[in-house]
């Protein structure tokens, strides 16, 4: 008798795990055609964001958009949040976890060259200066896949176990100087809770990705920033007469020479890839007198924590003992901007299937990590996180030839938004109806 029950318990078991599993396919499908019939909207709204850029912290209009729409989806709506930031949430028509899908809304200070009907030809002002604004690395893209994201669940609710947020975030590139803001604000400000956030996904196009394909990895995915600042002062004189001065110039370029080691001779490469790179140097303004002093800064790039820190203290180290070797001072200043974008691993492997499933298994692939910066670190380091790239090249183009992110020629093949679309609203099915391991 216990064997009797022990196996029509098995097959029920069994039999409810199948249902499941249709159920959740036959939703993946309905969200697959419902992403396909968004396309020539999320174009639309991709293009008008394109041709209406905004810097950071300056989103207005974005923002009005992006607020309208989620309303008239019947979503709750809150505005304002890290200054210019939207959050909607959708509640399902069950009970269950809560997943959050993030998109990043601000322009850069470049002047766009593309030749396209929908080219920006915005205009504003950073840090002082008269500067063109351009969505010179897809985050129009980005806000309008969210977008179109948001309508294909609001139309599958009932069929969702749980709640998903959407959070359209300001100020990725950065905020002005000792402002605050981005993903750091918006954690700060409380985007993950109430309700309380249990896993987090985003998306970034990426125009050397063919179109049609996901790329993703595992573990640290893009570098940590920081920026460093080395003021090193001297004494100064006549240029003609060098003896009399301790000459911060030939100081500071035995400095930037010697930071060129930390990466070449001290951190171990095979392990993971990391960069110092000096960005400006500034010194005197006369060509036969020697300054006093001279400032220069730059950007730390590290993909662990550990290496991150190893960096900063040889900055320190190297800049301080060659200062003192010449009878000059250096002081350093090391201000953190990003943490490493660091992907959960069982997150990652969790969710490789529904990856596979929105683009076809051939279509994935796992890269290696880049040196570039994502603030989407900050929501990982609250609850675990996903974060890849969706292909926006268009087929057959050798990727040498592309423009790069943040350059005036950027561009983005858009037949691969609707992928974006599609591999949102997965993953946030998926997540809610799939089994906790």
Known sequence: MRLATTLFAGVLLNTIGLTAQAQNTALNTRIAQLAAQQEGKVIAWRRDFHEHPELGNQETRTAGIIAAHLKKLGLEV???????????????????????????????????????????????????????????????????MLMGAAEVLSQVKKDLPGTVKFIFQPAEEGSLPGVEGGAKLMVKEGVLDQPKVDAVFGVHINAQTEVGKLAYRPGGTMASSDRFTIKVSGKGAHGAYPWNSVDPVVTAAQ????????????????????????????????????????????????????????IWASIRRIATNIAESAGATAEV?????????????????????????????????????????EDFAYYQEKVPGLFLFVGGMAKGQDPATAADHHTAGFHIDESGLTLGVKTLATLAADYLGAKKP
């Open 78 to 144: 809150q505005t304002g949040v890290a200054r210019t930031g939207v959050v909607g949430i959708l509640r399902g028509g069950k009970p269950g976890p809560v997943v959050a899908l993030r998109a990043d809304m601000d322009g850069l200070p470049i002047i766009e060259s593309n030749n396209l009907p929908f080219a920006s030809k915005e205009k504003a002002t950073y840090l002082g200066q008269p500067v063109g604004v351009m969505h010179a690395c897809g985050h129009d893209t980005h806000v309008a």
């Open 255 to 310: 400095i930037i020479m010697g930071l060129q080691t930390i990466v070449s001779r001290q951190v171990k490469l095979i392990d993971d890839a990391a960069v110092v790179t000096v960005g400006t140097i500034n010194a005197g303004v006369r060509y036969n007198v020697i300054p006093p002093d001279v400032e220069m800064s730059g950007t730390i790039r590290a993909l662990n924590t550990d290496v991150q820190k190893q």
């Open 333 to 373: 200043t090391i201000e953190p901007y990003v943490p490493v974008t660091s992907n959960d691993p069982a997150l990652t492997a969790r969710m490789l299937p529904t990856l596979q499933a929105a683009a076809g298994s051939g279509n994935v692939r796992e890269i290696k990590a880049v040196t570039g910066a």
